[in-house]
């Protein structure tokens, strides 16, 4: 399967095409608009998108989100009309990620680009099952990973959100 991989940053942005996990091809800007067949997944800096872990069954697509609106409404700053609520794939013990993003920032990524589906950079990282939090710095933001746990901060800021933790940095390369 291919997929295109577009990172939609504060600058230029770039793109990966992806086939059979290897990159395939690389670019700066939006991929060609003529491009093959396959996914396109938006990648968007996770410092725009709050993230949180919620214990919400297996349940239809309108209903997780309408009870992810409700618990969403405990732990947003901002009011519910001005968000935009998106809600994970549930685990085997019941929870998934809910995302918090500013309604007028997810219209400008949908706007920039048609893609199947937009992910927040943390939630890509690689999860280690022994509990050790994969951490990436990019351009002055360290992007976190871990068991239900993924966010997007300064260094200083996310060394001591992971106090005690032990941690994997990893760099571009994998």
């Known amino acids: ?102 309604r007028a920032t997810m219209a400008g990524w949908v706007a920039t680009l048609a893609a199947d589906r937009i992910v927040p950079l943390p939630l890509l990282l690689p999860v280690d099952a022994d509990g050790i939090a994969t951490v990436f710095a990019d351009d002055g933001v360290d992007n976190v990973r871990g068991q239900r746990l993924a966010f997007s901060a300064e260094p200083a800021l996310a060394t001591l959100l992971l106090a005690g933790q032990t941690v994997r940095t990893i760099d571009r390369a994998g």
Do not use: C
């Not at 990966?16 to 060609?32: F, K, S």
């Not at 998106?86 to 685990?91: L, S």
């Open 1 to 102: 399967m291919i997929r295109w991989l577009v990172f939609l940053d504060a600058g230029v942005g770039h793109w990966l095409r992806l086939e059979g996990g290897v990159v395939t091809a690389r670019g700066q800007g939006l991929p060609p608009p003529d491009r093959d067949a396959g996914e396109t997944i938006a990648v968007v800096p996770g410092t725009a998108v709050v993230l949180h872990w919620i214990e919400l069954p297996s349940l239809a697509p309108a209903q997780a989100l309408a009870a992810a609106r409700l618990l969403a409404a405990d732990v947003s700053g901002t009011p519910m009309a001005d968000t935009h609520i998106a809600v994970g794939d549930v685990d085997a013990e019941g929870w998934r990620p809910l995302a918090l993003v500013d």
